[in-house]
């Protein structure tokens, strides 16, 4: 298995629909240009802005593979959990054979386990299914009702995951993520998902991200790990600041997944509306939402031109 470490900006993509609510893998097309154009460093594919468990597998497989031919340019993690091992084993198993470069499950959001050995034995099982390819867990206990902490995790799992890379942290419990960083060495791949304290992430050691407002502004966080990276600490709290004004107008506005998405099309892609039980922003909304964006230059900042 080589060595799948991620640096940089990774996208948490979104599901492109049609406006019946069907899967439109053409939506793919410019939305991926321009992110190849944005120079992150991936995609993460079937995540939560992506609705990933609102699609069913055989259209999670599908919309994987609309997204294969671009990874000449974009490294790709598959999302692939599901309430069951069953289900996620096949998702992983399909991700394994059109050779993504990671995949990412989480622990059972239906009777999610209490105890770090339920966590690692289902993970184990699902992980098998693609042995060559590089497995993290997705840590984000907010969703998936797993609250078991990731050091004591990664202690259980020792050899049982020869595929194990590291972890997606989307959790605000910094001191768990920097015991799984600096555990064993640095062994572990910890990649940080809380936009909103990106800045800590990157303090903390990771050196890479995965994120929902990466798509919109991925010129703000790519310059706060330039200006992390240079030691220029004050420009990176202003720059991250930036991002959270942004962040609370997302929260505003439905939550972050829908009002991503709604942006996105503004922005003149075919992403289409979210699914159910997601509720999609009214007419009305849909201006104010445009308005606040307006009143901080975003537009004018990131040189997007608006779809009306």
């Keep these: 298995m080589k060595d799948n470490r991620f640096t940089g900006l990774i ?4 599901s492109p629909f049609d406006p019946k609510g069907n899967l439109y893998p053409d939506g793919i097309r410019d939305y991926a240009e321009y992110l190849v154009s944005k120079g992150v460093s991936g995609v993460f594919v079937c995540g939560t802005s992506g609705e990933g468990l609102l699609l069913s597998v055989s259209e999670r497989m599908q919309l994987l593979e609309a997204w294969m031919p671009y990874q000449k340019h974009l490294k790709i993690i598959a999302h692939v959990s599901t309430p069951n091992y069953v289900e996620a084993s096949v998702l992983a198993g ?8 990671a995949i990412a499950c989480m622990g059972p959001c239906y009777l ?12 184990r099982i699902v992980a098998a299914s693609a042995p060559d390819i590089a497995y993290y867990y997705y840590h984000m206990p907010l969703v998936s ?15 049982r995951i020869p595929n194990f890379s590291g972890i997606k942290f989307t959790a605000p419990d910094m001191m768990d993520m920097q015991e799984c960083i600096l555990m064993d060495g640095g062994k572990y791949d910890i990649l940080h998902g809380s936009d909103g304290i990106f ?8 050196k890479g991200g995965i994120g929902t407002s990466f798509n919109i502004i991925p010129d703000v966080f790519q310059e706060i790990i330039q200006a992390y990276e240079a030691g220029s600490i004050e420009e990176a709290r202003e720059l991250q600041m930036q991002a959270v004004g942004v962040l609370k107008i997302l929260h505003k506005y439905g939550g972050s997944v829908v009002s991503t998405k709604a942006i996105l099309n503004m922005m003149g892609f075919e992403l289409g509306p979210c699914r159910l039980p997601l509720k999609n922003l009214s007419g009305n909304e849909l201006l104010e939402l445009k308005d606040e964006l307006n009143a901080i230059g975003f537009f004018d900042r990131f040189k997007y031109a608006e779809n009306s």
């Design 11 to 14: 996208v948490a993509t979104f």
């Design 94 to 101: 399909h991700a394994g054979q059109v050779g993504v470069d």
């Design 112 to 123: 999610p386990p209490k105890d770090p050995e339920e966590l690692v034995e289902f993970n």
């Design 145 to 159: 009702g797993v609250h078991i902490k990731m050091n004591q995790f990664l202690k259980k799992i020792g050899d």
């Design 199 to 206: 800045l800590s992430g990157l303090t903390a050691g990771a």
